[in-house]
């Protein structure tokens, strides 16, 4: 093909255009799952006791996808996730068990995530430690520390106020927490879409060194992502701890998985540079149906491990394709 | 109008001292054509020109005051902007997203305006003869002579002074160049200085004002460049006078074979060619000409078995092949050096020596263990034959020049004993003088008695070094031709399509 002919042949797309194909893949994927899962159920699906634990089940995951989506469209990674919810959980435990108020605890579980994402961050940015290695390391580092809060105590001084607000209390008939979720990724992706910071994170996740060049705050907006994830990942502690209000050791053990798989399903690459959040959020939906299935059809849990990472390893090798088929037209 | 310039300016990298003092003064509605070999220090300069580095030693002024660039941002702020070879662009971003890429215009929330950038680019869309459309896809869909043009636009948009062309018609067409010189003229004349390198020496008096002579770190010649000829250029860059004779091949009688060494009849892909039938005899070179997209390359990788095809047959000294795979190529006797360098040849961070020698490894197997002593002896006989410069074998090869990495490349292939090397743009982005030593050896090679096929976009290199010539368009063979008949009009014609006499539009049929 010529450059000419190149030219003209394609019509004029924008940038959201680009990923509606998968978009659209992925909605029905979402129904096509949701159908087999109501017939293989009996119907035991459609009930409104599985249905809503299905939406809070999709939030939390989504909380932290958003931020997730972000660090890899930077072109990081951070699967450390899950030790840092349950270290999350069990600092915000220690406070709830010292009888502090919900109001000053709920900000706590924001600034310990925060605090754990910058940790990652510095690592990475700091160390010059690749972010799959540095967060790996941390995955055990932060699951320790679990360990070290927790002794071999479990928490159970969860004030019932959280799941009042958080699961009881309904918007139509979406839970709170869903509302949350949908709010924070509906302005993520504003701002991702809109605002200079996240053309930034594009930026960098395409052509660091051009980044660079172009006077983008490469290392800040790397960052910002880790940390931005940090705090979700606090807020989605504090609200799955009105889903299950237990901590133990083990609390958030696996997390990080169903977050990736989410995100990656999503068609958010790899690589960086290229993905959307209403590929995350039907993303989120698909996982957080499946691992639902899982337990609807009465198959040991452990099958959702394999699950999720058989989702991992087909969006990504998709993906990979795509890839390849695209270099080819050069 | 600007004026830069550069007095004195030294840089050292490690012991290596890359400028040793050069002197270039830089002016508004001037074409300054910088010329020099790989490694002379145009690349250095470029980069002290634009921040990138900073120099050891040596002062600079914009119109009469000195500056000192302290980044790529502070050079660029102050009206210099360059367009490299291998473009830095973001693949999945807009084209216009790529143009304001950290300068995007925002209102006070930081939410991006798209309206105003549009009507910003708009006027230098126009000139640059880009519909507005582009503005809105993926850059990643844009053909090379494209990209570059939004890069140029980029850099207008920053109104930028000092544009600085990095060997822009390397990768492009015969079209394309000549729009490329009609936009540079346009800037000139807006008053803009342009610095422009190039290896191609017959562009220099049809684009440049003057040129400067880069020979190992030091300016060796300021022309007008009206004034040049190719001859004094080239004894200029070589910093010596230059033994190796003009264009030899044509010259000698071809052996005529009464049977090709490589046959290959109706090969077909789906995407990149149709039904085409080459025949390249041993002990010649035969010269594969088509512009970019033509099916050159993909033609070859399918011979080499790097590319399924549909259809076709392919017949090897005779006899009926079909390589599934380039290991398996390899052992019917196929070599092929890829043409990107970075991306398909070198192991950048390995050692010369496990460049040189990674395709002739089962060859110095002792059972389970490497022979390493003649290894490193095979690598420095290489070395010798193929006068690669470089410390020793040891030297990691990303660090040599291109023209030393290319050299690599080639005797990585030529050493082995091949009845088929396919070579892809062998001298691409190398100096001439690096270039003609590689003609030399791929003419002698093809005396041996191997069937040379040489794939080139350099139409003057290629009439020069073949014997016979294929040419191919929109994946068909359009022309055959041998010995006097290689005319570059001719070829040209059939390469772009263009209706002569001799050439219809259809593919052809005329044995060679």
Redo the contacts between chains.
Sequence with gaps: ???????EA?P????PG?AAGREVALLVALVAVALAVSIVSRGTFWNPVNIRSLMVTSAITAIPATGMTIVILTGGIDVSIGSMLGLVAAIGGLAFEAGWPLPLVAPLFCATGGLLGLVNALVILRGGVPPVVATLGTLSIFRMCVFLVLGSNWITAIPPGLTTIFIATRIGPLPMVSVIALLLMAGAAVILR????G??V??VG??E???R????PVRRIRLVSYVLLGVCTGAAALVQLGQSPLVQTSTGTGFELSVIAAVVLGGTELAG??GTLLGTLLGTLIVSLVTDAIVLMHIQPFWGGVVLGLIILASVGAGHLGQMR?Q?VI | MISITLSGIVKNFGGVRALKGVDVTISGGQVLVLLGENGAGKSTLIKVLTGAIRPDAGRITMGGDTVEFRDPEHARALGIAAVYQEPMVYPHLTVLENIFAGREICNRFGMVRHQPMVERVRPWLAALDLPEAVLHRPISTLGLGHVQLVLIAQALVQEARVIILDEPTSILSRAETDRLVGIIQTLRADGRAIVYITHRLEEVPRIGDHVTVLTDGRVTGNYPAREVTGETLLQLMAGRTNPAPAAEASAEGAPQAERPMLSIRGLSHPRYFTDVDWDIPAGMITGIYGLVGAGRSEVAMSVFGALGTRAGTILLDGAQVRPASPAEAMRLGIGYLPEDRKRQGIFAPQSLEGNLTCNALARFCRGPALDFRGLAAEAAQMMRTYTIKAIGPGTTIGTLSGGNQQKGLFARWAALPLKVLILDEPTRGIDIRTKQEIHHFIRARAREGTAIIVISSDLAEILALSHRMIVMRGGRVVDRCAGTEMTPERVLAAAIGAATSSSEPQPQRQIA
């Design positions: 093909m010529s450059v000419h002919a190149g030219m394609a004029a797309r924008n940038w680009l809109a605002h200079r910071g053309r930034h594009y930026a395409n052509n060194e051009a980044a060049l172009s006077g983008i540079g290229r695209r080819e």
